[in-house]
């Protein structure tokens, strides 16, 4: 069910030369084109990382009865052959877990949390591997691989700490004072289906599945096929902190083939991705009426007001729009910025984008990598080149890079966008991002909010009162002020999730982890029933019933 991030021209195993990409040759860019941050002197290599070894100790025991690849978009030469799940193999894989779940959740809730905590301090002394990993996979700079590291460390000692809390039994007002006592339980759901796209692929498959385990569930996870790899590697990292291989099962396979199956047997399923695919996953869990959360689609926006700092406002754009090749679902694509701003911001934001510098070396220094697939590349260019023809203008940008790898595009900016555009209005994924101006506040919030999405948005102004209180009128999910996406997110006691087209649910926080659960009210009365008693017919019964509520209302009981 999930959509595939082009694995047809990745599987081709085309050398990471020039025009290696799928489709038509591409002219060499421009002189004036960002820079290529230059390799380590002792550069690792796929092949270094990537060994049988590893492959064969991080797919020992995952279900498949078939044979499928995954691919690096740095050149687009196979990785790995990983085992193939049909629909068989997934209904195997979740009767493992059920079996399994069932004694992970006999355990104390102190107990599962503290194999969040190991892994925390595996993860970050172990982190190189996966940076590896991570960037072979999806293409992406190295600090924006880190970003990943922080990300699920912060979730795993925030889970680690807390999830004891979250589950306890609480007490509860009862129907009537001192009468009945009433206490709220969390039971786990059982077997979480989880469905992880490509574009994360350690945050959004370990990192989601943290609070689940801590919840006392199994999970049985499908991974974009492209990135399995990393999230192998974090399940292996996680059965080495304590928790038992058959409460983790990882099934790879074609999207509507494993997705469906997936959702088929959860009793909770967790999916990220596209709003195409989640509206299915939700119409597949209904049917089943077992519950979900997704988190989709998103066309941020960015909101540079009057008062702003233009240069901190447009580092905080490049770090918003270029993140991951701007393929994040709170990533900003649109930014509005008042008109009294709007050349000194501009003349910023183009600068610094025009001096970005990609890369492919597994090592810290490139600020921007490759687009994950042909697909990827495909949209962005196509969005530039509709918008162009229509009238809008490239300020920095603009083109393909084969010289650098098949799918790299270049950071680009956009101006005279108008809303008959593409890149207006739909998700672009990519490292592209348009500049709007306005004068009035109101102009702006009416804008932003102008998308059938409401994930993530950014609000800047040198006076943070000002800022929260515009932010307030925002559709979205989160909004950060004076960052793009990175102080919400990282956030984690604070709930994250999409209003509108944007999904349901949300993770971090208790709705994180509560997700993950039933409710269970288990409620006590004693002395007296709740029914006439002492002799009392039914009228005299009611008549002391509305004297006690009018009573526990002047009391200001709740």
Known sequence: MTESPGTTARAAGVAGTAGAAAGPVRPAPAPDGNPVAPAPTAARTAADVVTADLVARLTEDVTGSGTTACHTPFTGEKLADLPEAAPEDVAAAFARARRAQRRWAARPARERAAVLLRFHDLLLSRQREVLDLNQLETGKARLHAHEEVQAVAVAARYYGRTAPAHLRPRRRAGAFPVLTKTLELRHPKGVVGLIAPWNYPLELSVGDALPAFAAGNAVVMKPDTETALTALWARRLLIEA?????????????????????????????????????????????????????????????????????????????????????????????????ASVADAFTERLVARTRALRLGTALAYGADMGSLASERQLRTVTEHVAEAVAKGAKVLAGGRPRPDVGPFFHEPTVLAGVTADMAVCGEETFGPVVSVHRFTDEDEAVALANATPYGLNASVWSRNGRRARALATRLRAGTVNVNEA???????????????????????????GILKYTEAQTVAQQRVVPLAPSFGMDDERYAAFMNTSLRALKALRLR
């Not at 509507?256 to 996953?281: C, N």
């Not at 102080?487 to 709705?511: F, I, K």
Request: proline share 4%.
């Open 485 to 511: 996406y990175g102080a919400a997110y990282g956030s984690v006691q604070a709930p994250m999730g999409g209003m509108g087209d944007s999904g349901l649910g949300r993770r971090h926080g208790a709705e």
């Open 242 to 338: 304590g928790l038992p291989a058959d409460v983790w099962q990882v099934v790879v396979g074609d999207g509507p083939v494993v997705g469906p199956a997936v959702v088929e047997h959860a009793d909770y399923v967790s999916f990220t991705g596209s709003t195409r695919t989640g509206r299915e996953v939700a119409r597949r869990a209904a049917d089943r009426l077992v519950g979900c959360s997704l988190e989709l689609g998103g066309k941020n926006a960015m909101i540079v007001l009057a008062d702003a700092d233009p240069d901190r406002a447009a580092a905080g754009a490049v770090r918003g729009a270029f993140s991951s090749a701007g393929q994040l679902c709170i990533s900003i694509e649109r930014l509005y910025v008042h």
